[in-house]
């Protein structure tokens, strides 16, 4: 890896990653060719000025981090967007070379994911990604039918996926995601099973399938949102629910497992990123408006692109190495010495217990009763038996001896299920 400072594993630094906790990395890269129509993520198009000063300010915002991070080991990075093959891979490159420099990774284990979109990927940038250390790509491709893929405005046709994605084999990337959305409109049981289909035969490592929600302040809000003019042309909830169980059973015969409402992958492709946020684990996010759980503290960065850019100039220019002298009055890794950090909330135990239960539940395997005592110091019976006892009867949760999951009825109304593990 050119340029990059690898970390050998000596006995020492094993021994010493087993003290440390783990901290998932997040690096949100905010740009996307063109906006699709359902989408109300934090991105938008940029000129090249604009991705480069961005890029500066990442890195700032990376390096501020020096010195402070020596009771954290990174298991997982997840390079997400808007679209990061937006970018020229050498950007990349000088994200992760500087997280490697920042953070103690353990090379041999660590997953890092980008996710790329299809008409935006050229072999220069694979190579890229190859260089930095990535090991799992995901491609964000939605639908194999190009009316559809057009109907949501995306930038790229299936071919172009395609091509996409034996490059990538090619090049021997061994672990690759493929996102698929259903209940569009207009789309039927018959257009989503040819989707299902196509994507099984390229046998990708990962599937993840989630149902279109249309939101607010989205091209597709005014078009199908509640009362507009073509919102009858969604699927019903009947066929959404259909799509669903379509796609447990094609994707259990072609030998994926669901571990995740929505998520399914061959054994051992589980992505670690992701269940790290839904076992509530740490997690630090970089970039414009990216959320981070740190230490039972959730806040978001500034979601401001100008703004973010100027912090980051501002604590650039006044000396950020002065600032992490080692050993001098170091700040940890809670403090905001950026001073970007916005909707900071400790979250009371109340707050981490109802979102144990919403995260935990939403994974096939459930929630290990254990892993809530070990949380909390405090059986789950004590806290929710009732509301166990009732969803239980009513079919929707299942209760052994170790674990608690939804049952198939459960998972159909998941909100509802959820919703009873609120605390007044
Ligand atoms: S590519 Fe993804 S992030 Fe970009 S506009 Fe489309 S859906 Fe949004």
Redesign the pocket.
Known sequence: MKGIKKIEIDETLQEDLVHRKELGLYIHIPF?IR??SY?D?L?APANDATKKQYIDALVTEILSYQDRTKNYTVPTIFIG???PSALDGTYIEIIMETIYNVFTVNHKEIEVTIEV?PGTITREKLLAYQKAGINRLSF?LQSTDNHELQLLGRIHTYEEFARNYSMAREMGFENINIDLMSALPGQTIHSWEDTLKKVIMLSPEHISAYSLIIEEGTAFYSKYGEGATNETELPSEEEDRRMYSITKTFLKEAGYERYEISNYAEKGFECKHNSSYWTGKNYLGLGLGASSLLNGVRFKNVHDIEQYICFLNEYKNQGQGSKNQPGINLPSMDEDILGIRREIERLAIEDRMEEFMFLGLRMCCGIHKKAFYKAFSIDIDHVYGKVLTDLQEKKLIVINEDNIRLTDYGVDISNTVFAEFMME
Request: glycine content about 28%; charged content about 10%; overall charge positive.
């Open positions: 996307c906006k699709c989408c993520f991105s967007g808007g679209t979109n964000g």
